[in-house]
T-cell receptor, first 111, second 111 residues
Framework: DVKVTQSSRYLVKRTGEKVFLECVQD?????MFWYRQDPGLGLRLIYF???????EKGDIPEGYSVSREKKERFSLILESASTNQTSMYLC??????????FGPGTRLTVT | EDKVVQSPLSLVVHEGDTVTLNCSYE??????LLWYKQEKKAPTFLFML????IEKKSGRLSSILDKKELFSILNITATQTGDSAVYLC???????????FGKGTLLTVNP
């Protein structure tokens, strides 16, 4: 069974803090993705990576950066958290097919 | 820009009813369309469709793709309360395994 884990289920941070969200997958998948999910807006892609040290912007990359130093780990970084980044963050991974496996999500609240 | 429209946005039915969920899409260099089910946590994979007219079935769920008319439907027969979830449609295009998600259909099945 593919397992995608995320470092925290719930996180509360203050405006201006630097925030790290980590995602680890155990199936040697090349592709990894970060989404945010908001009511009425659905799942929106922030960044994705198709190889170590490779990254591509998704639909809403502003205010975020990512890091992929090892194949199994993909980190999402909020350089200076803002209240409009309060959201559910979902990480996913996939092999060469398009089927993505999702982690349990991190509910981030920025106050 | 890739587009995905799911309808209806929400649906309330009674146990035993049959439901049809719709997904229309516009995606550059379409490759496949995926359906996911999302309960309280992360989306879980249901189907991947790549060919027109070939129905995929899994128990009471089935799905079909029409690449000419650019839509897909997901049918659930003899619904149960455990089918209550958000159903997400996601076409993929291009070469980078990126998925575009619709806003989802919220299905509520009442006993």
């Amino acid at each position: 069974d593919v397992k995608v884990t995320q470092s925290s289920r719930y996180l509360v941070k203050r405006t201006g803090e630097k925030v790290f969200l980590e995602c680890v997958q155990d199936m040697d998948h090349e592709n990894m993705f970060w989404y945010r999910q908001d009511p009425g807006l659905g799942l929106r892609l922030i960044y994705f990576s198709y190889d170590v040290k490779m990254k591509e912007k998704g639909d809403i990359p502003e205010g975020y950066s990512v890091s992929r130093e090892k194949k199994e780990r993909f980190s999402l970084i909020l350089e200076s958290a803002s209240t409009n980044q309060t959201s559910m963050y979902l990480c996913a991974s996939s092999l060469v097919s398009y089927e993505q496996y999702f982690g349990p999500g991190t509910r981030l609240t920025v106050t | 820009e890739d587009k995905v429209v799911q309808s209806p946005l929400s649906l309330v039915v009674h146990e035993g009813d049959t439901v049809t969920l719709n997904c229309s899409y516009e995606v550059t260099n379409f490759r496949s369309l995926l359906w996911y089910k999302q309960e309280k946590k992360a989306p879980t994979f249901l189907f991947m469709l790549t060919s027109s007219g070939i129905e995929k079935k899994s128990g009471r769920l089935s799905s079909i793709l029409d690449k000419k008319e650019l839509f897909s439907i997901l049918n659930i027969t003899a619904t149960q309360t455990g089918d209550s979830a958000v159903y997400l449609c996601s076409p993929s295009g291009g070469s980078n395994y990126k998925l575009t998600f619709g806003k989802g259909t919220l299905l509520t099945v009442n006993p």
